[in-house]
């Protein structure tokens, strides 16, 4: 069945290292009428339940483990009944928010989940990941590359020499036609975004 993309937008709170900022987080569901698959938890799952609109959710992709993407993860794991996926890298992240549960299972490189293909793009967190849908002509970044420029490194396990070679590298070489949906804020391009 033909696939699509859908979006909804979720509010609150992102902290780390002794500061706490509000911040909007995109909601991303890639799917078909009967199945998706729910890209982050940002703080509301009524929200992101709202985007996914009845069908089932097979998968559960976080891209990285800062808390505004993955607070709510558990609950909407819970709800749902879909499994949680993270690269192993970001433990020491996921402990921070969620110290009494589990790690989500373990996702790496290349690994297919749905259309999406795993990216492994540390720099913003050990753990970064970008979701590739090639017969989608889209990535989602989370907060890897934004309208704008590379996200943030300035705090704790992030470091930017890392960020720009996982952008130019595992993104940069994408099709430049590549729609990029961020975790936060504006949608871009690949050919936007390309520093020459
Ligand atoms: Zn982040």
Request: aromatic share 6%.
């Amino acid at each position: 069945m033909a696939q699509r993309v859908d979006h909804g937008v979720a509010s609150g709170t992102f902290s780390l290292d002794g500061q706490t900022f509000d911040v909007d987080n995109n909601i991303w569901v890639v799917g078909d009428d009967e199945e998706c698959v729910v890209i982050d938890a940002p703080h509301s799952v009524p929200a992101i339940l709202e985007v996914v609109a009845g069908r089932r959710v097979t998968a559960i992709v976080l891209t990285h483990a800062h808390d505004d993407h993955v607070r709510v993860a558990p609950e909407l794991a819970e709800a749902t009944g879909a499994p949680l996926y993270l690269h192993p890298a970001d433990e020491p992240l996921w402990k921070l928010v969620h110290p009494e549960r589990p790690m989500p299972a373990p996702l790496h490189d290349s690994q297919q989940i749905g259309e999406l293909t795993v990216l492994h793009t540390p720099g913003h967190s050990p753990g970064a990941v970008c979701l590739y849908a090639p017969d989608l002509g889209c990535v989602f970044t989370g907060d890897t590359l934004f309208h704008g420029g590379p996200g943030a490194t300035g705090r704790s396990f992030s470091d930017h020499d890392t960020i720009v070679k996982s952008i130019r590298e595992r993104l940069f070489t994408l099709p430049t036609a590549t729609v990029v949906h961020t975790g936060h804020g504006n949608d871009t391009l690949i050919a936007a975004e390309r520093i020459p």
